[in-house]
């Protein structure tokens, strides 16, 4: 069973792989990314119905964050009526992910934020090293040229701020990216060769 296993792996690996050489092999692959993407769907479809078990059961038991549960599945429960009646196209999903989803992460980045200035803080009042005063001096230079201050913009702070996040942070997030990139070809030339088996195999 494991040899089975390890043949169809390496099988899909490289199949996939050769329809981006080879325009005839394209069908093959269109049809294989498209059956993980239906598994990928149903996964995400057995996780949502494990939440509901999860949260459903405790309140059922009246646990101490039960009247959270509550909120979340009402929410999850409507959205999905709402969603399987009117299409999620429909002008009112629109305005539910504008109107509740939209300033939810928002609201979220924004103590994101101040929590990244409070360790920071901390992180000085432990550790005062080199590092540990860039990190501050960068989240309040980010800070206060995103805010909208009552007394208007501090003078060349918001360029500086643009200067940072389009410079140092996306030459940064890209350096992670290429990092990402070499990682996933490494994994993957390791499962079509066999050695790692994240499928069960030993």
Same mark, same amino acid.
């Given at each position: 069973?494991?040899?089975?296993?390890?043949?169809?792996?390496?099988?899909?690996?490289?199949?996939?792989?050769?329809?981006?050489?080879?325009?005839?092999?394209?069908?093959?692959?269109?049809?294989?990314?498209?059956?993980?993407?239906?598994?990928?769907?149903?996964?995400?479809?057995?996780?949502?119905?494990?939440?509901?078990?999860?949260?459903?059961?405790?309140?059922?038991?009246?646990?101490?964050?039960?009247?959270?549960?509550?909120?979340?599945?009402?929410?999850?429960?409507?959205?999905?009526?709402?969603?399987?009646?009117?299409?999620?196209?429909?002008?009112?999903? *629109?305005? #539910?992910?504008?109107?509740? !989803?939209?300033? =939810?992460?928002?609201? /979220? %980045?924004?103590? &994101?934020? @101040?929590?990244?200035?409070?360790?920071?803080?901390?992180?000085?009042?432990?550790?005062?090293?080199?590092?540990?005063?860039?990190?501050?001096?960068?989240?309040?230079?980010?800070?206060?040229?995103?805010?909208?201050?009552?007394?208007?913009?501090?003078?060349?702070?918001?360029?500086?701020?643009?200067?940072?996040?389009?410079?140092?942070?996306? *030459?940064? #997030?890209?350096?992670?990216? !290429?990092?990402? =990139?070499?990682?996933? /070809? %490494?994994?993957? &030339?390791? @499962?079509?060769?066999?050695?790692?088996?994240?499928?069960?195999?030993?």
């Amino acid at each position: 069973m494991r040899v089975i296993n390890v043949v169809i792996a390496i099988a899909a690996g490289v199949l996939v792989l050769l329809g981006y050489f080879f325009p005839s092999l394209a069908f093959i692959q269109t049809s294989l990314l498209n059956s993980a993407m239906i598994l990928a769907g149903a996964a995400a479809l057995v996780g949502i119905f494990n939440l509901v078990s999860v949260h459903a059961e405790k309140i059922q038991h009246r646990e101490k964050n039960a009247p959270y549960s509550f909120v979340l599945l009402i929410a999850l429960i409507g959205t999905f009526l709402f969603g399987l009646i009117l299409g999620p196209g429909h002008e009112l999903m *629109g305005i #539910a992910v504008q109107g509740i !989803i939209v300033p =939810a992460e928002a609201a /979220l %980045m924004a103590l &994101l934020a @101040v929590t990244l200035l409070y360790a920071a803080i901390r992180l000085l009042r432990r550790r005062a090293d080199l590092m540990s005063i860039v990190f501050l001096i960068t989240a309040v230079l980010i800070l206060l040229g995103t805010a909208t201050l009552p007394f208007g913009n501090i003078p060349g702070v918001s360029d500086l701020r643009i200067w940072l996040t389009q410079v140092w942070a996306v *030459g940064g #997030a890209r350096g992670i990216l !290429i990092g990402v =990139a070499l990682g996933i /070809l %490494m994994t993957g &030339l390791r @499962v079509l060769f066999g050695w790692d088996r994240p499928y069960g195999g030993k």
